[in-house]
């Protein structure tokens, strides 16, 4: 019996098998690292997607109600701005009450949550405009335009002309709601066309 011999094929089949066993190790192995690459990417996608779902929630609120709103703001911008341009501008209930209920209702809109929630989604045009806003509101509140305008308002009623102080104030009130008209309607279109694209995307 050549023992040699047999020795040295059972060594060679004991290489093949040494082999086969490291080729299918290493084939498990790909096999499983491309299921947990796959699987990883699978979770970054729902991960991505769940991060975009606050995004279009808060755009989709403020898509529902907005662009009527600043389409309303900014027609009311214009029409105070076309009576001072025209000069026909006398201090009177109408336009008191005008420049008082246009005042109140930014200070709420800038104000609103859905607004201050979707803010870091918008683009820097959009942004721009909304800062813009926000300082004329602000600016509004410094000066206590509320107590002013009711002031104005009873003054107006009782048939009381205003001082010229008060009427220089209106007046700059006025200049300010004319400045907003173009922000305001940026803001009108640019929500209304999001809106559009919710509802063929």
């Known amino acids: 019996m050549d023992t040699g011999h047999s020795a040295g094929r059972l060594e060679r089949y004991q290489t093949l098998i040494t082999g086969f066993l490291a080729v299918g190790a290493a084939f498990v192995t790909v096999n499983a690292m491309k ?30 109600t907005y662009p009527a709103v600043f389409d309303y703001l900014a027609s009311e911008a214009e029409l105070v701005g076309r009576m001072m341009n025209e000069g026909t501008l006398d201090i009177d209930r109408p336009i008191v009450e005008r420049v008082a209920k246009f005042c109140v209702r930014l200070h709420q809109i800038m104000k609103d949550e859905s607004i201050r929630s979707a803010r870091p989604f918008f683009d820097g045009s959009i942004e721009m405009n909304l800062n813009f806003l926000a300082y004329k509101d602000e600016e ?52 209304a066309a999001f809106a559009d694209d919710q509802a063929f995307g």
């Open 35 to 64: 299921r947990t690459d796959q699987e990883q990417r699978l979770r970054h996608a729902e991960q991505m997607e769940q991060a975009k779902r606050p995004e279009r929630f808060a755009r989709q609120r403020i898509v529902e």
């Open 140 to 191: 509004f509140e410094k000066d206590e335009y509320r107590e002013f305008l009711k002031d104005l308002a009873i003054s107006v009623l009782d048939g009381t002309l205003p001082d010229t102080e008060s009427r220089d104030y209106f007046f700059r009130l006025c200049h300010a709601i004319q400045d907003m008209r173009r922000p305001l309607t940026a803001l009108s279109i640019y929500f």
